[in-house]
Each structure stands twice: as C-alpha cells, then as structure tokens.
C-alpha cells in the first residue's frame, strides 16, 4: 500500500515543482509529454512497476489522435512512458479549478470541454479540433469513458468524430492489464512488467460524420483482440 500513496505523493510534489515552470511556458506544446515523462519514470522506480513499449515507431511526429484503453489512475505511468509528441489531454473544464494539479493542467496547455451540457457537444468536439489544427497538439483519448480492468469497454465515438473533423489519423495504444501488478481491493502494488503495444496508425482522409461509428468499433475489435493477446503473457 506505501507504495500507492509513494507514488501519488510524488504525482502531487511534481504538480508544485511544475507550476513555476509552467507559469514561465504557458500552454507550450511540449509541457504535458514532458512532465508526464517525468513523472512515469520517478513513479516506474516508486511503484516498482516497468512499463514496456513496443510499437514505438507507429508514434507519429504529425498530429494525431491516440485513443487509450482506461484502467485506473495508474494509466499515467504508459501514456508518460510514450512521450508523445505535442500531447494535450482532454478533461472537463472544472479541473481547472482543482488547487496546484488543476492549475497545472490547465497552464500545460491541455483541452478543457464543458461536458456538462449536452447542446453543446459539437462546440466540445470543436476545442480538440482547434487544439490540433491551430496549435498543433496530438490529442489523447480513453474512449471507454470509465475505468475498466477486465478487457475494453464499448466505445465512445466523440475522439474519432475529432479525429475525422481535424483530418488526423488516430493511433491505438494498448495497456496491458495491470491485474498482476496492482490489487485494487487493497491498494497494493506489486513489482513487475506491463507491456504496452502502439498499434499502426489508422487513417481518417476520406471518412465523414456518417462513417464515425464502424470506425470506431473497427478499432475498439482490434483492441480488443490485442488487449487478449497481451494478457496471456
């Protein structure tokens, strides 16, 4: 269990060691990859957990839409690990608001959305868009919108309409479970390897509105089928 709050305490002394840095670099494109980077390979040493990338090649230096498969806080260590280029993360505007870690999200240059009105979730789609088209950004998604452990989720098709609208491909990356690794009933950590595979990225030229949901369920198929593979190591 020491290790969880280890690694969380260290998660809120980067929030406080970053914000000067971010006040200086604000809304730079690198702040997010880089901080995150910084803050997975501390936490790899803290949690003992290592986390293995294969399929680095299929980062793109280009915009993109990485689409994520969502388990648990602890899904920061490989998307850190990735150092994807230019990245921003979506979340809701109110993070904004949340002391140090909030302020730092918000100064890092990621995209807020006001997820709580439903009329305007075009003007939602629009913010990922403009963040890609105007300054450049990669953009990471968890479309499940929930944490789960067990496989992938259904998902959501609002990153892949981003995606379609910004003309940028997307990109899968696969978390392995971290089941062997974390006990989530106890809050225990345990040492060891979880394999992340970045798989080939998938265009979206030529794709409309219309096309948004069989996309979207041809990649969560092939998720699923490597989230499989990947736990039988």
């Not at 915009?63 to 850190?80: I, R």
């Not at 993360?89 to 109110?94: L, N, Q, R, S, V």
């Not at 403009?130 to 499940?144: G, V």
């Not at 992340?196 to 030229?205: G, N």
Request: some cysteine; glycine content about 8%; aromatic content about 10%.
């Amino acid at each position: 269990m020491w290790r969880l709050y280890l690694t969380n305490f260290w998660f809120m002394c980067l929030g406080l060691i970053a914000l000067p840095y971010l006040l200086i670099r604000f809304r730079h494109g690198d702040n997010t990859s880089l901080f995150m980077y910084l803050y997975a390979v501390v936490a790899e040493r803290i949690s003992g957990i290592r986390i293995e990338v294969t399929g680095r090649e299929n980062i793109l230096p280009a915009s993109a839409v990485y689409v994520l498969n969502h388990q648990s806080s602890l899904d920061a260590l490989p998307l850190g690990k990735l150092r994807i280029p230019r990245l921003a993360i979506i979340g809701k505007k109110e993070i904004a608001y949340i002391p140090i870690l909030g302020w730092d999200f918000y100064l890092a240059g990621n995209v807020l959305l006001n997820r709580a009105d439903g009329r305007k979730a075009k003007g939602q789609l629009d913010a990922g868009v403009e963040a890609i088209q105007k300054r450049r950004m990669s953009i990471a998604i968890f479309p499940e919108g929930t944490r789960n452990k067990d496989g992938i989720l259904p998902f959501k098709k609002g990153g892949f309409l981003m995606a379609i609208d910004a003309g940028v491909p997307i990109v899968p990356v696969v978390i392995q479970s971290f089941r062997h690794v974390y006990d989530k009933a106890t809050k225990t950590l345990r040492s060891g390897v979880v394999h992340v595979k970045v798989l080939p990225a998938h265009p979206t030229r030529g794709l409309q509105h219309k096309d948004a949901a069989s996309f979207t369920q041809k990649i969560e198929k092939q998720m699923q089928v490597e989230f499989q593979r990947l736990s039988i190591r």
